[in-house]
C-alpha cells in the first residue's frame, strides 16, 4: 500500500536485548517523526528528520535510544539493553516537508514488550 | 513544556446520545489537531484548527477552537458505534510539525 509501514508489528523482548524496530515512510515524504505511546497515555514525541538535515533527537529518552534514517527514506529506531518501562507501543509518522500545519501520517505501530 | 490535557478520560454513551470532548492547556497555540485512533492502528487526522473561535464541521463532528487558541472541544451530534475509538489533540511544539499530544479520551458507543 501507500501508507506508512512498520515492522515487526509486535515484538517481545527479554531484559537487557536490543532491539530494532523499523518505519517505511510514504514514499516522497522528506519529514519521518518517531512517537512512543505508553498504555494509556498520549502520543511521547521521540526523535525528528527532515530530509538531509541533522535529526532532532530532543524527545529520546535516554542514550540507550538512537534512531537513523537511510537514504532519507527508512528509518529504524533502535533501543540498547531493554528494560520493562520502555514497553510501549512505537509510532512512526511521515509528513511531506515537516511543515506544522501538514497532515502527519501515521503506521500501525510496533508492539514492544519486554519480560 | 506546553501540555494538553483532555477531558474526560473515558466516555461510554447509547448510539444516538451527543458527547463533547475537551482539549485544555496554559500555553497558546498555532494551531490543534484532532486525531482518532483505533485498536491496533495508528491515529488517523481529523481535522486541523487555525484560527481563535474557528468552528468546522466534519459530518457529524464540530471542532471549535478557543478564541485564546488555548483550548479546543469535539462534539459529536447522534454518536454511532463507528465513533468508537481513542480521541487525541495534538499542538505543535515548533515550526517543524513536531507534536504535543494529550493523555486521549476513550469513547465508547454501545448500540
Known amino acids: 500500500g501507500a501508507g506508512v509501514s512498520q515492522s515487526p508489528s509486535n515484538k517481545v523482548t527479554e531484559k537487557g536485548k536490543d532491539v530494532e524496530l523499523r518505519c517505511d515512510p510514504i514514499?516522497?515524504?522528506?519529514?519521518l517523526y518517531w512517537y512512543r505511546q505508553s498504555l494509556g497515555q498520549g502520543l511521547e514525541f521521540l526523535i525528528y528528520f527532515q530530509g538531509n538535515s541533522a535529526p532532532d533527537k530532543s524527545g529520546l529518552p535516554s542514550d540507550r535510544f538512537s534512531a537513523e534514517r537511510t537514504g532519507g527514506s527508512v528509518s529504524t529506531l533502535t533501543i540498547q539493553r531493554t528494560q520493562q518501562e520502555d514497553s510501549a507501543v512505537y509510532l512512526c509518522?511521515?509528513?511531506?516537508?515537516?511543515?506544522?500545519?501538514?497532515?502527519?501520517?501515521f503506521g500501525p505501530g510496533t508492539r514492544l514488550l519486554v519480560l | 513544556t506546553q501540555l494538553l490535557e483532555q477531558s474526560p478520560q473515558f466516555l461510554s454513551i447509547q448510539e444516538g446520545e451527543n458527547l463533547t470532548v475537551y482539549c485544555n492547556s496554559s500555553s497558546v497555540f498555532s494551531s490543534l489537531q484532532w486525531y482518532r485512533q483505533e485498536p491496533g492502528e495508528g491515529p488517523v487526522l481529523l481535522v486541523t484548527v487555525v484560527t481563535g473561535g474557528e468552528v468546522k464541521k466534519l459530518k457529524r463532528l464540530t471542532f471549535q477552537f478557543g478564541d485564546a487558541r488555548k483550548d479546543s472541544s469535539l462534539h459529536i451530534t447522534a454518536a454511532q458505534p463507528g465513533d468508537t475509538g481513542l480521541y487525541l489533540c495534538a499542538g505543535p511544539t515548533d515550526s517543524w510539525g513536531k507534536l504535543q499530544f494529550g493523555a486521549g479520551t476513550q469513547v465508547v458507543v454501545t448500540p
Open positions: 509518522a511521515s509528513s511531506a516537508r515537516g511543515h506544522e500545519k501538514e497532515t502527519q501520517y
Open positions: 514514499s516522497g515524504h522528506t519529514a
